[in-house]
Each structure stands twice: as C-alpha cells, then as structure tokens.
C-alpha cells in the first residue's frame, strides 16, 4: 500500500479560457491534516470538484491508495474511501439532525439491509449516535436541520460527510461564517478527527492554518505555488507576495 | 425507538386503518341493503386511489411530477383485459400486467429520467399521451371504442372464489388488494431504501456523495410506481367490463395528481381518501350538472390556497401528537 492515501498528478480543469485548475500535483500522507490555502480564486474549491468527482478533470489524475480514480462519478469516490463536505452548507434541510446522519450511515450497513425496516439498521444507528455525542448535536437530534443555528449547520456539515467512515475527508471552509469560539471549537474537533482519517481542509483563518495544519498547499491563479509545514510556508517570500500581500 | 418518519408513517397507517373500518362497515350497508352502484362506485374509488398512490411515491417521496401515470393504469388496464378474453384468471392477468409494467416502467424510466423537474413531467406527459393516440388508432385493441366484452371471472382466492360480478364480493377483493399496495409502499418508504427516495426529493445534489447513483434510484422508484398503476389499473376491467382510451389520456393523469394534492402529498394515505373524496364529488356533483369538471376545477384550487398540505396534511399530524404522547406515558 502506498504511503500517500491520496495523490493528485498534474492536475488540469479550464472553464472557457480560465485556468481555474492548473498542472497541480501534490500527495498527502497519511492521517494527516494537509490545508489548502490561497486567495479568492485560487482553484481551492475547483481542485476539490476535481478530486471528488463532481467536476471531470481535463487532465491528470487522481489516486486514492496507488488506485486511479480519475473522473468517477461521487459515487464511485465515496465507494473508494472518499467524502466531501461543501463550503455552502449542502444537506437536508427538511429532514432531522439524525436523519441525515442516518442517511450518511446507512452505506455503512450491508446490501441486504436496503429492504429492512431502518429501525433494524443497528450499525447506521450506533454510528448516529456516536457522531451526535463527539459532534455536541445529541441535543439537536430530532430538529430539522433548517432549525439549526448556523455554526451546528455547519458542523452536521462536516459530521454528515464523516459517516460513512471515510480514508480521505475534504473539508470545504468548515468554519465559514463562524463565530469565532465556534470556529475553535471546529479547530479542535477536526484536530481529533485525523487520528483515524486523513483530512485535506480549505481554510481561510490562518491562525487556524497554522495550528491546525501538518502540511500547507498554497494556491495562486490555478497553480500550485509552493508547499511544506506551517512555518516554511510561512518563510517563503513568493507566497508572501502572492498571500499574504506584502514582500 | 422510531424516528420522525417512521412515526409520521404510522399515524398514516392508523388513518388507513380507519379507513379499511369505514369501508367495511360500507360494504356491510350496501350487502345489506342490496345496492349495486354505491358499491360500484366505491370500487371504483378504490382502483382510482392505487394510481394516485403511485403518482404519490414519485411526487410525495421522491420528488418527481409524473404527468403521464395513466399509461401504466392503461397498461394494465388493457393487458389485464386482454389476458381475461383469452383465459378468464385473476392471477394471469395481474402476473401479466407485473412483468409489462416492470418492463414498460423501464423503458419509459429510461427515457424520462434523462431529465429533471419540469422536463421529467413533460416527458411523462409526451410518452403517455404517445401511447394513448397509439392505442386510439389501433384497430386491434378496439381502437377509439376501446375493448368491450371483458368476462366475468370467478377470482380464485385458494379457500374460495369470488365473482367479479358479486358487488360486495368484488369491492373488498380490490380493498384487500388496494391495501395491500398501500402496505407494501409504505413498507418500502421506511427501508433504507426508501429513505433514499426521501433524500433525493430534499436535496438530489448531496446524494452522489453519500456513495448512491442517483439515476438508479429515481429509476426504481418510477418502475416501483409503474407496477402500482397498471396493477390498479388492471382490476378496472373486471369492474366494468371494458377498457377504453380515455383511461390513458391526460384526464387520467392529471385526476391522479389532483387526488395526491388534495388528499396530502407524502402522506400515501392522502391518495386513498383523495381519490374517495374526489369519486364521490364527481358522482355527485356529476348528477346535478355535466359541467362537474369546472367543480373539480374549483375544489382543488380551493385545495391548493387554502389546505395546501391537502386533507391529510392537516389531519395526520394531529393524529401523530396523539401517537407521541402515548408512546411517552
């Protein structure tokens, strides 16, 4: 098995003449926390189309364990290890807190299972309700989610895209709109979340980036400018220039 | 402990329940007092309540606007009459109708789920509306008289038989088999499964990243919904004896979805009483002037502004704070 758990090569996406995705490459090891960073623009999100499948790449390629998946369906992804949450808050709405974890969790049950009342999907309920305690939401559970504030949309956000026991998450902007002690709260329960999967994050705080981060991706107009820890991205000049907007 | 869904559904089956009580008593009433067109026209009732029951697994549960449903009726309605003048048996006619359906459904569920929302019901409504001036056309299946001559036929139920010809006899052979339908669907709707179709009609674009091929499961739906209609659709001939055209027109259809709007959409006991209440406004209303059409017209205007969760959006919910505050006493 390879050691990167998911490895993107000279990645490639143009809408009409834009560059939005350019010749990307970059692997990320391994119960990590690898953040993508980069200014509005930049291709962040666009890349993540990309790796889960809802945008085909022009060209490149998308590894998931040494195992090419480029341009699958979501589906497909989901099936090889991969899930995504969105940058704007993507569930369903009408249904409870619990449902749509539920609905996450039920790929975790058996085939067999599909043609069974849902009361007897024991798996998909346990891991309900063990992601409404490590989440905070038990409380929440039978509220529709368009009842929610929007700081526990957004974590029933993330929760949601980590049902169904994924290798690799991505995670679009968890913490936008966030109050600011909300947005610690989410620091430090994606932190404990990469003891068992491996996370690739869009962020826009950088305070956030730095603690959080193992490994930096930055992006500029479709490439990908430089990369490393925290602190070397942090030192290197044409990122300060591209960035952080000052020599 | 059951969830939301799973609790809205079984305040659904109690007003079934009641329903099937009522229904009972009426064909009590009407053995009793030897009637025949009550009887006739409840059946009716009943048969019409089974397609609305599929428009409400595409519309109520998946999110689907079926304009077209009347082909897999008519489907059924003509298959099943053209199994009986060859051999007059209930099961012959209801397994041939299955499989057309099953095969028909996937054809047509091919084709229309291509595409989405308003073009989904318009190529429902392009295809039924085909096949209606088709069969219209076709001297072979009787053509604008339709197929006339249907035969009695004695229904085998193992322990013993019932005519079709028996009032009584046949309305609660097609309550049993309405009910039986409404079981199944609302078995299916609380599965998994089901619950997909739920999550497709409250948000289609998240369900690719749950790991589900999204065109898949809006073609089961619409083959399951197919199977419906034409099994409802092919007790119709062993009612009246006949078959025409007129149940694959758009009138067809568009009463179905009439009766799922009025009744309560996404309650699939909305279709049941829908389709009773909407026979029985027709039948009445029918007796005072031809113009009933502009009545039904009105009534579900009505429907639409003032109970816009229809008959059962209002009622069921109050059943279901009754069912809660049992099941926490």
């Known amino acids: 098995m390879s050691a990167s758990v998911l490895e993107v090569r000279d990645l490639s996406v143009h809408f009409g003449g834009l560059r939005a995705v350019d010749n990307v490459s970059f692997a990320i090891a391994r119960h990590r926390i690898t953040t993508v960073i980069g200014p509005n623009g930049a291709g962040k999100s666009t890349l993540f189309n990309l790796i889960s499948g809802a945008v085909r790449p022009r060209a490149g390629q998308v590894l998931i364990d040494g195992v090419d998946h480029t341009g699958e369906p979501p589906h497909r992804l989901q099936a090889a290890g991969l899930a995504r949450s969105f940058q704007i808050t993507n569930l369903f709405f009408e249904l409870s807190v619990a449902e749509n974890l539920r609905l996450a969790a039920q790929i975790l049950e058996p085939m067999a299972m599909a043609w069974r009342p849902v009361a007897a999907s024991r798996t998909a309920l346990a891991r309900v309700d063990e992601l409404l305690e490590r989440f905070g939401l038990t409380d929440k559970a039978p509220y529709p989610v368009g009842k929610l504030s929007h700081g526990e949309q957004r974590r029933l956000e993330v929760a949601v895209a980590l049902a169904c026991k994924p290798k690799v998450l991505l995670l679009d902007e968890p913490t936008q709109g966030m109050s600011h002690g909300d947005t610690e709260d989410t620091a430090k329960l994606i932190k404990s979340l990469s003891s068992d999967v491996t996370i690739l994050l869009i962020e826009h705080d950088i305070g956030l980036v730095m603690s959080l981060s193992d490994h930096v991706i930055v992006m500029h107009q479709g490439q990908k400018l430089a990369e490393g820890t925290p602190a070397e991205v942090r030192g290197n000049p044409a990122v300060q220039t591209a960035y952080f907007g000052h020599a | ?329």
């Open chain 2, 1 to 329: 402990m059951a969830d939301a869904l799973t609790r809205s559904m079984r305040a659904s089956h109690v007003l079934a329940a009641v329903l099937v009580v009522a229904s009972l008593g009426f064909a009590a009433f009407g053995a009793a007092s030897g009637d025949t067109f009550y009887l006739r026209l409840g059946t009716e009732a009943l048969i019409f309540a089974g397609l609305a029951l599929s428009v409400d697994i595409l519309l109520g549960y998946t999110g689907l606007l079926s304009l077209g449903q009347a082909l897999y009726f008519g489907l059924g309605a003509y298959l099943s009459a053209l199994v009986l003048m060859v051999t007059p048996s209930f099961w012959a006619a209801m397994g041939a109708t299955a499989i057309g359906a099953v095969v028909v459904g996937t054809i047509g569920g091919f084709i229309a789920n291509r595409v989405r929302g308003v073009y989904f019901a318009l190529i429902t409504f392009g295809m039924a509306q085909v096949i209606a001036k088709v069969v219209y056309n076709t001297r072979a299946l009787g053509a604008s008289d339709g197929l006339i001559g249907v035969p009695v036929i004695d229904i085998n139920l193992g322990l013993f038989k019932i005519s079709s010809a028996s009032p009584v006899g046949f309305f609660l052979v097609v309550l049993t088999f309405i009910i039986i339908l409404y079981a199944l669907a609302a078995y299916l709707l609380d599965t998994p499964f089901g619950r997909l179709l739920i999550a497709l009609r409250a948000n289609e674009r998240r369900v690719p990243f749950l790991g589900y091929r999204t065109v898949t499961a809006r073609l089961a739906a619409y083959v399951i919904a197919a199977v419906i209609a034409a099994l409802s659709g092919a007790l119709y001939p062993m009612l009246r004896g006949f078959v025409s055209p007129e149940l694959l027109f758009f009138a067809t259809s568009g009463n179905a979805v009439i009766t799922v709007v009025t009744g309560g959409v996404g309650t699939l006991v909305g279709a049941l009483y829908g389709s009773i209440l909407l026979t029985l406004f027709k039948s009445v209303v029918g007796s005072y002037t031809e113009h009933h059409l502009i009545v039904i017209g009105l009534l579900f205007m009505g429907a639409v502004i003032f109970l816009p969760r229809g008959l059962m959006g209002i009622v069921r919910p109050v059943i279901e704070r009754r069912l809660n505050r049992g099941a926490k006493s």
